[in-house]
């Protein structure tokens, strides 16, 4: 990757969000050895303006930020960092150090949900039952619950609409994954239908 330190004295601007959810964390700044070791240990490390060094994010919270991707701007200036963050990523304990609305994105952390009870199944969790009784039965569920969908839509109220529309995305979500399939596969070929 072909940085462009010079243009800020040095540093350049990193914005950090999180691999699911796309919300943005956080923005810090790094120098070549910061971005250097951030590379090495795929764990974000900053230099801190105030601090005159290098700063791991997390080396006294243990609310460390792994690397899942590294992305350049157009002008070789700025960085785009995903990450999988080990708590909260504010120093005030929030989630992010902007104050943002949380639930824009769940369903993409509904998705890392499902993805954990499946690898991590827990008793009595309805997604391990389902997904017990088998791909038919996911299937079926996600069938009747676009039915109802449509009835809500026609003849019931506006709650019982959202109601029976987050069931059935909850249901599409767990057949998704029972195929082995994700929202960014849906996502890309939405996209290509779009262009």
């Not at 639930?103 to 952390?109: A, L, V």
């Not at 993805?115 to 038919?136: H, M, T, V, W």
């Not at 019982?160 to 195929?179: G, P, R, T, W």
């Amino acid at each position: 990757m072909n940085i462009n330190f010079n243009k800020s004295d040095g540093l350049v601007p990193v914005v950090i969000q999180d691999e699911q959810t796309l919300e943005v964390l956080m923005l810090g700044y790094m120098n070549q050895e910061a971005y250097d070791k951030t590379v090495e240990e795929n764990v974000v490390t900053f230099f801190s303006r105030s601090k005159n060094r290098l700063w791991t994010k997390g080396e006294t919270s243990q609310n460390y930020l792994h690397v899942k991707s590294i992305d350049i701007d157009c002008d070789d200036d700025t960085l785009l960092i995903k990450v999988k963050a080990d708590g909260p990523t504010c120093h005030t304990g929030s989630r992010s150090c902007f104050k943002t609305e949380y639930n824009q994105n769940f369903i993409n952390q509904l998705e890392s949900i499902i993805a954990d009870r499946y690898e991590n199944p827990q008793e009595g969790s309805y997604i391990n039952k389902l997904r017990g009784k088998g791909l038919n039965k996911i299937a079926q569920k996600v069938g009747e619950e676009g039915v109802e969908t449509v009835i809500a839509a026609l003849a019931e109220t506006e709650t019982d609409l959202i109601n029976e529309a987050s069931d059935l995305v909850f249901h599409l979500l767990v057949l998704l994954k029972e195929k082995n399939l994700s929202l960014a596969t849906i996502a890309k070929n939405l996209e290509g239908r779009h262009k």
